[in-house]
């Protein structure tokens, strides 16, 4: 069986296997025991859309702590506040009046008291404070990379060390022969020597990857800088018809807007695009959103240099878009 369909048992496992692939998950913890409780001090479990990691003792705790999780996961949660002027983000055993606030409490640390007799029907007779902590509840920068010459290689040094998904696409099997550990081996996950967030994909038609990717919506990041000037070039075609088809279906064509779509060019590669590109019927506006070239202007040629301003380029759209 292939190691990453295998689930993870213990909660370091699964936090470690949902902090790199991007997966919104709640740490649930036990903070305070008084008393007889299922689990002791310290006790932590992994809670997600569809699966839970490990467990805080089962009965009605554990069941009450799922759905506390995926409420904050979903934003439904809403916050109490004490009759003392300060508020507090931590339930109380009864004197807390609920009152509405932003949809989630997902940007602070979340508490909860459980009395277990009185509340949950367990004999345990005691009583446990668990503290719930939100990750990736903001989905990270989803990349989908086109070429893996000197430029993307730079590139994935630094994704490598960013919260994010890349799929890195390129025709050229030699291109991620530096990356293989072991040619015999067939478990994706363990051919070559890249975070897990990394997927090399090798593919004679890369055109393939560009309207699933961005179906899937949200924040989305497409950069094309593959060997060859034709095959960018229809990739940033099949960017802008999907993007097109997408807002024809919502009824929206009046306000396209598409993923970032940047591609590597000079000026007079980017000038020859946008003339092409128009003379074929795509409007100006949809043709302007295109970034060409790419990178912020903080000088240098190098592949490094090129790769710290895209990088740069897309952090800085990224955390604009969620501030």
């Not at 004490?82 to 004197?95: H, I, Q, R």
């Not at 602070?108 to 345990?124: N, S």
């Amino acid at each position: 069986m292939n190691e990453s369909l295998v689930p993870p048992v213990v909660w370091y496992e699964g936090l470690a296997r949902y902090q790199q692939r991007g997966i919104a998950h709640v740490l649930a913890t036990v903070v305070a025991v008084n008393g007889s409780a299922p689990r002791a001090l310290q006790a932590k479990m992994i809670v997600t859309q569809d699966s839970i990691v490990d467990t805080l003792g089962g009965g009605g705790l554990e069941h009450d702590v799922i759905n506390t999780a995926r409420q904050l996961l979903n934003g439904e949660i809403t916050a109490t506040v004490s009759k003392e002027l300060k508020p507090k983000v931590a339930e109380t055993d009864g004197e807390s009046t609920l009152i509405p606030s932003k949809a989630v409490r997902r940007d602070a640390v979340y508490t909860k008291h459980y009395p277990l007799g009185a509340k949950l029907a367990q004999c345990c007779g005691g009583s446990v404070t668990v503290m719930f902590e939100c990750f990736n509840v903001t989905p990270p920068m989803s990349v989908l990379v086109f070429g893996a010459g000197h430029v993307a290689s730079a590139l994935m040094t630094i994704l490598a060390e960013l919260p994010c998904q890349v799929d890195w696409v390129d025709s050229r099997p030699e291109m991620f022969k530096r990356y293989l550990v072991n040619e015999s081996t067939t478990n994706q996950s363990k051919l070559y020597s890249l975070p897990a967030h990394i997927r090399p994909h090798i593919d004679d038609d890369p055109v393939d990857f560009v309207r699933p990717f961005i179906e899937q919506g949200g924040q989305r990041f497409i950069l094309v800088m593959t060997h060859d000037h034709s095959v960018d070039f229809e990739l940033v075609r099949a960017a802008l018809d999907t993007v097109s088809d997408i807002c024809l279906a919502d009824g929206k064509r009046s306000d396209i807007s598409l993923p970032y779509v940047g591609c590597i060019a000079s000026s007079t590669k980017a000038k020859r695009f946008r003339d092409r590109l128009i003379q074929r019927g795509y409007s100006e506006q949809l043709v302007n959103q295109l970034v060409m070239p790419i990178g912020l202007p903080v000088g240098g040629k190098e592949p490094m240099a090129v790769a710290v301003s895209i990088v740069a380029q897309l952090l800085q759209q990224y955390h604009q878009a969620i501030s």
